[in-house]
């Protein structure tokens, strides 16, 4: 099942083939720590990654705003916060 845009309504894999992504494959969610195991990776995977900065700026743009949600009273991370 593929969830709907809370914005459009239309499934996001929808919107991935409109913007000329055809060969797309919806992966089922896939559990608590998933998201901080995809972050690692793509961690991993920018160093090697070269942007061009006047075509990719919104992009660049949202990549920096990315935050993580803190427990402060615990110190420790909750996963990637969705502001």
Known sequence: MT???????ERYEQHL????????TVVANQ???????RIE????????CWFNEEKCAAGLEAL???HEKRDEQRAIG?????D
């Open 31 to 37: 559990g608590a720590g998933a998201a901080a195991m």
């Open 3 to 9: 969830t709907a845009s809370s914005i459009t309504g």
């Open 17 to 24: 083939n409109d913007a000329g992504f055809t060969d797309t």
């Open 64 to 66: 920096a705003a990315y």
């Open 78 to 82: 909750l996963g990637p916060a969705h």
């Open 41 to 48: 990776a793509i961690r991993r995977i920018l160093s090697a």
